[in-house]
């Protein structure tokens, strides 16, 4: 188990001395760091259990998105408070640093109070992706209080988008946007890029994320891989003159590795399996949020911890087998990328595959 010590609550420092690392975390700034010991070699995987954990609070949502990769609803289930304490009190006993709690759109689940005062008071950072409806004063003012950071899902005409935006950052919330860029979205992508509309000026970071063959309905033509313009994007998206913070998910980093020359210590290769998990709303678990749809996962109950499953878990086992396979040869990027997505390898934009 790590040796954790803390300073003023926002900074948290596990040292694992047998392993030869130590991890620190602010949770006001967001700050993140994995130190190995002198000589040592980046850890591969942390065997007392994920740095992050997503955790899917809800499947309920009233927007219908025809891309949701979780197929939410209005008639979609919510994870139950008693359910949540108990993922929240393991998480805290391995170690875990912060939680994203998604859906379905998770600050419309009935107890998204008290879902954030716990977590908080636990010592886990708890972060939050939104559609922005439901975002009443109560709920601001316990983000406020808990959160790390919120992220802002962008719809377009981006009319609600803008607003949830104007509202958060009237607070002083720290804000992300997340952008699901394919082979259509790809163009506004680069035109905010170029000139940042202005709703995008008080934000913290435009957070990319590459689009997922999953959900409702399933457009292949509109993976990014099929883009004429993938390298302008990219080599626009990590240029130091772009008036945006701009981050990625791990399911862009093939392209950030192969078509530009951004810093390799700036952009990390999934986690999934290796540092972060993630628990449905019916208690399921899995290496990855994507993988829920796909496969059965390890159920969370009286038998089976969160510790017991991310050690033991032939699921969760292959994400990490995977990663240090021969998948991808002697690729130059392997050790960056460690060999892209398990789930899709429609979503690899190296250009090498």
Known sequence: MPTTTTGEKALRINRYKSLGYTTFSNARTGFFARVPDQGKPEPFW?????????????????????????????????????????????????????V???????????????????TWSKGIVPNYTTNGRGLNESILRATQRNCGAVAVSAYPPYRETAETLRILADRKIKTNVHFIIDAESVDTAIDWL??????????????????????????EK?????????????????????????????????????????????????????????VSEDMKVYPCSFQSGLAKGDQLDERNSLLDIWRDSENVRSFRRYFASDRCGGCSHKKNCMNGCPLFDQLVVCGNR
């Open 46 to 98: 942390s065997p007392n259990g994920p740095e992050l954990m997503d955790i899917s609070i809800t499947n309920w949502c009233d927007k219908g998105c025809v891309f949701c990769y979780k197929s939410s609803t209005k008639h979609g289930s919510h994870m139950s408070l008693r359910d949540y304490k108990r993922v929240i009190d393991e998480a805290a006993a391995m170690g875990t640093f912060q």
């Open 100 to 118: 994203a709690l998604g859906g379905g759109n998770p600050n419309q689940h009935p107890d998204f109070e008290e879902i954030l005062d716990y």
């Open 194 to 219: 170029r000139e940042p509309p202005e709703f995008l000026k008080r934000i913290n970071a435009l957070v990319f994320l590459n689009y997922k063959p999953s959900g409702r309905k399933i457009f």
């Open 222 to 278: 509109r993976l990014l891989r099929n883009s004429s313009r993938v390298d302008e994007f990219f080599k626009l998206a990590t240029s130091p003159h772009t008036k945006l913070r701009v981050g990625f998910d791990a399911c862009c980093v093939s392209g950030v590795f192969a078509r530009t020359a951004a810093s390799r210590s700036l952009v990390d290769a999934c986690d999934a399996g290796r540092f972060s998990l993630y």
